[in-house]
């Protein structure tokens, strides 16, 4: 199983031109991959209310203000597009708990080492991989999210990509990372009637092999499903431990 964003080579999704053109064209809220109330139990569990967050490549999504109204106190919002952000920070003007900068998230160096304790990520990561020079650009990207990330704190990366095209980037050594795996349905998605789950099985971790990598014998419920990697920071006395979690640690 190897799945990556598909439609790559349709759109430069990485490109500020193409977003500011989409932005300007539609401007209506939208929430790529999840909407806040899916990602919920996994964000309370991850990400403590008064922690400072940052959502990078926000767009116009709701997920921030979802996230204000639930009792989260101080969420830094960046994009590339300049239209996205500037109708963000008109549309926030009055909510002290949101702010917006127009940022590329290949250089945030505005902000100093260890700024953050959670880093959000909805798409973006899969956005750079669709763009021109995406191996470069995905390594700039979360060199900078590492950098930002208090030691303890999180990257919280919701994506398409599954372990075979997403940990080769994740579990390089200069992230000092933790790695647990989720897996999610996408949006919509109708279980069979044979089949009963409950949405507590999706906060259990997904057993990983020790290269990383799920079982062969693993079987997507959905087969669309969204991966969400909880990346934790370690700190000097954990990183030499696994940056991830073994089949043995799980089961």
Known sequence: ??????????YNYGDALYWDARYVQDALSFDWYQRYSSLRPFVRSFVSTSSRVLMVGCGNSLMSEDMVNDGYEDIMNVDISS????MMQTKYASVPQLKYMQ????????????????VIDKGTLDSLMCG???????SRMLGEVSRLI????????????DPKVRMPHLTRSAYNWKISLYIIPRPGFKRPESCSSSAKSCMEAIPITSEGMLPHDYVLEDPDSHFIY????KDEEEAQLPSYPLMADVL
């Not at 021109?132 to 995905?138: Q, V």
């Not at 208090?150 to 990509?161: D, E």
């Not at 909880?230 to 920071?233: D, E, F, N, S, V």
Request: aromatic fraction near 12%.
């Open 103 to 118: 940022m590329d998230v290949r250089d945030m160096s505005y902000f100093a080492d260890d700024s953050f304790d959670t």
């Open 1 to 10: 199983m190897q799945r990556d964003v598909s439609s790559c080579n349709t």
């Open 230 to 233: 909880i990346c934790t920071k």
């Open 83 to 86: 239209v996205a952000i500037e």
């Open 150 to 161: 208090k030691p303890g704190g999180t990257y919280f990366l919701i994506t398409y990509g």
């Open 132 to 138: 021109s020079d995406a191996l470069l650009s995905a």
